[in-house]
């Protein structure tokens, strides 16, 4: 059974950084066409954060986050990360992780992912 858990959130200064992670198990990575990052900040719908497809080389990331994050594994460990700096207070959102098992025409498209994180909760303060 695949399972994806997240962790490394938290609450953070503004201009701070955090780095998640998103453990997986049941598959590994090698079996997986892409692993995204979404958020969901309260009475906001879920947004997509940064993906990004190793076996493809295909990298995306939102306009409201590029040059700030980074979309990193370690085969390894099965673990995606997801590096965030100059953190700001519209960052705050409950993050989680996907993972889509085959191929995906639109990266950023939440339908294209098959498996999801239970989400880690990501504070900014201002």
């Known amino acids: 059974q695949v399972q994806l858990v997240e962790s490394g959130g938290g609450l953070v200064q503004a201009g701070g950084s955090l780095r998640l992670s998103c453990a997986a198990s049941?598959?590994?990575?090698?079996?997986?066409?892409?692993m995204g990052w979404f958020r969901q900040a309260p009475g906001k719908e879920r947004e997509f954060v940064a993906a990004?497809?190793?076996?493809?080389?295909?990298?995306y990331y939102a306009d409201s986050v590029k040059g700030r994050v980074t979309i990193s594994r370690d085969g390894a460990k099965n673990t995606v990360y997801l590096q965030m700096n100059s953190l700001k207070p519209e960052d705050t959102a409950v993050y989680y992780c996907?993972?889509?098992?085959?191929?995906?025409?639109?990266?950023?498209?939440?339908?294209?992912?098959?498996?999801w994180g239970q989400g880690t909760q990501v504070t900014v303060s201002s």
């Open positions: 996907a993972a889509a098992r085959e191929f995906v025409t639109y990266l950023p498209g939440a339908y294209e992912y098959d498996y």
């Open positions: 049941g598959r590994t990575f090698s079996s997986y066409y892409a």
């Open positions: 990004k497809s190793w076996s493809a080389g295909r990298t």
